[in-house]
């Protein structure tokens, strides 16, 4: 009885640990989402002595109702204001509330400043490291003017088409009202973007505060030589308010009007260099990053089912629109649908963040092993001033068979046992006499009943006819439905003398509409297909040449009673 005794005591305690340990592990993953509803985001990482960064941080807990700890940011930073944002979103038909907590800092030294972890109840947000930049001494001492202007560029030297980040940096130790206008900036040799909306900070000068508009531009020489960014022109209306009892709302706007201009940069711009390959397109960048993806996953690939194929090329400091196409897969035994590339561009801290997404649908047409070959993306690296090669290996698929293609088995003929192949028979000779007799019977019978009937009957006609067949495939083409049109397109060739696929192999713009059909179908995303080319290529078809003998001269009979 001691066995069984202490069995059941174990089977008891692991039935009452159980739930604790459930309990334990829902406690820990609930205690993981609330931290991840705390977190804090700053609008800069990179910033000059003396200049404010604004801090954000945002709870989406609502069960939460404190305050976060601002006490370890005094170290290292002096809080110039703070307000807190209350906000109540509709994420489908759930409600979401978010609380922010802004604040505009400004760190007392210059090298790597690390904002610290904030607290707020038992969540924690993350370290965030500032890199702030030590100030130029020089000419502080000086007045300076209400409202002044800085431009700068991040590079003296750039190569030809490559990007040059242009900041202008305006400020002013007044106030300024809602008026204010920079003019466009418009350079004749170059194409330029700009980076983003204006940043407004603060920055302290010489113990006086100013306030600071931002405006970056990614500037991209389109020829080598110098070439001159010209001044920017800055004009806004100072908010000096005289005698209070003469002041008018709603009348004329106090105060005078200032412009300031920028001087005027030169930039050396470099041809490409002379050892670049000639063959390929001139990519001039700090990084470069070449990824791709499936859909589904290529084991899973089999005969007649598409597979998605994106590419993926991210370029650090070039447009979208720079980025060349990636090479076709022009693979023997894939067909290919490709589907419009996606671009993007994202503005960061060191200029623009290009982005092409190439998409193409592959269909194995046969099974058996299909090898795709390696992609390779050749740019020159500004950073180390080199050619570099970004190469996205080889990669093999197994296509599988697809059973729903498979025909069906023959049925295996009954072997015959020896013994009864070699021995006549005479029941089948029977069986043969008697179907022959029936058979005559019924012919005379049919034969006697068509001497009863008229000479011409209308047939009886089963299912649509093809000119009904010929107008659903006209309204489902030019209605751009790809669907019904594939569905009408199939119906109509069942009644044609030769498939679809003989007509097509024959005429080519009818192979050209229906690879345009395959396309729309196969494809990932929904796209607009015009279906009047297939609908001209169906009413154009020329009619199928039946084999013709070649006529011989007809040779006159012999006399039936030659002398």
């Not at 030294?109 to 972890?117: A, D, K």
């Not at 908010?239 to 005027?264: C, E, L, Y």
């Not at 509409?513 to 729309?520: E, K, M, R």
Request: with cysteine.
């Amino acid at each position: 009885m001691k066995g069984p005794a202490k069995n059941l005591s174990a089977a008891i305690f692991r039935g009452a640990l159980q739930p604790l340990l459930t309990l334990l592990l829902l406690m820990l993953l609930a205690t993981a989402a609330r931290a991840d509803a705390f977190f804090a985001s700053v609008d800069r990482t990179h910033l000059s002595e003396g200049e404010t960064v604004v801090l954000t941080l945002e709870s989406t807990d609502p069960t939460r109702f404190g305050r976060p700890d601002f006490t370890p940011l005094e170290a290292d930073f002096e809080i110039l204001g703070s307000r807190q944002v209350n906000r109540l979103t509709t994420l489908g038909d759930t409600p979401r509330a978010a609380t922010r907590w802004i604040l505009t800092l400004q760190p007392k030294r210059s090298g790597q400043v690390q904002i610290p972890p904030i607290r707020l109840e038992d969540a924690e947000t993350l370290p965030i490291t500032l890199q702030i930049e030590a100030a130029n001494k020089a000419g502080q001492g000086e007045k300076l003017a209400p409202v002044f202007i800085d431009a700068s560029l991040d590079q003296e030297s750039v190569y030809v088409q490559a990007q040059a980040v242009l900041t202008l940096r305006i400020y002013h130790s007044v106030s300024l009202y809602d008026d204010s206008s920079l003019t466009p900036l418009q350079i004749s040799d170059a194409r330029v973007e700009r980076l983003g909306e204006p940043r407004t900070y603060e920055k302290d000068i010489g113990g006086v505060r100013h306030g600071v508009i931002e405006v970056r531009y990614a500037i991209y020489p389109q020829r080598s030589g110098k070439l001159t960014i010209p001044g920017q022109v800055f004009s806004a209306t100072l908010a000096q308010r005289g005698n209070d009892n003469d002041f008018n709302p709603f009348g004329p706007r106090p105060g005078r009007i200032s412009r300031v201009k920028s001087p005027d940069i030169p930039l050396q711009v470099r041809p490409k260099p002379a050892d670049y390959p000639a063959d390929a397109p001139w990519l001039p960048a700090r990084a470069l990053g070449l990824a791709e993806s499936w859909n589904p996953q290529p084991d899973q690939a089999e005969v007649g089912n598409s597979l998605t194929r994106r590419l993926i090329l991210k370029v650090d400091g070039l447009s979208s629109a720079q980025l060349p196409p990636l090479p076709a897969t022009q693979v023997d035994g894939l067909r290919r649908y490709p589907d419009q590339p996606q671009l993007n561009d994202q503005p960061s801290d060191n200029g623009m963040l290009g982005s092409r997404e190439d998409r193409e649908a592959l269909v194995p047409s046969r099974s058996g092993t299909v090898e795709l070959p390696a992609l390779q993306v050749v740019w020159w690296n500004t950073q180390t001033d080199s050619l570099e090669r970004t190469t996205l290996a080889a990669r093999t698929l197994q296509v599988k068979d697809n059973p729903a293609l498979q025909p069906d088995e023959p049925v295996s003929a009954i072997p015959v046992e020896h013994d009864q192949a070699e021995s006549p028979l005479l029941w089948p000779w029977q069986l043969t006499s008697a179907l022959l007799a029936l058979t005559t019977l019924l012919g005379f019978g049919l034969w006697w009943h068509a001497r009863r009937q008229p000479a011409i009957q209308r047939a009886a006609q089963s299912g649509p006819s093809p000119r009904t067949l010929l107008d659903d495939l006209k309204r489902a083409c030019l209605a751009g439905d790809a669907q019904a049109t594939r569905h009408a397109l199939d119906a109509w060739a069942r009644q044609q003398p030769e498939t679809l696929a003989d007509m097509a192999a024959r005429y080519v713009p009818l192979s050209d509409a229906l690879d345009g059909l395959n396309g729309a179908l196969y494809s990932e995303t929904s796209q607009q297909w015009q279906g009047e080319e297939l609908w001209k290529a169906i009413r154009s078809l020329p009619t199928a040449q039946e084999p013709s003998s070649t006529p011989q001269e007809s040779t006159p009979l012999p006399p039936l009673y030659p002398r």
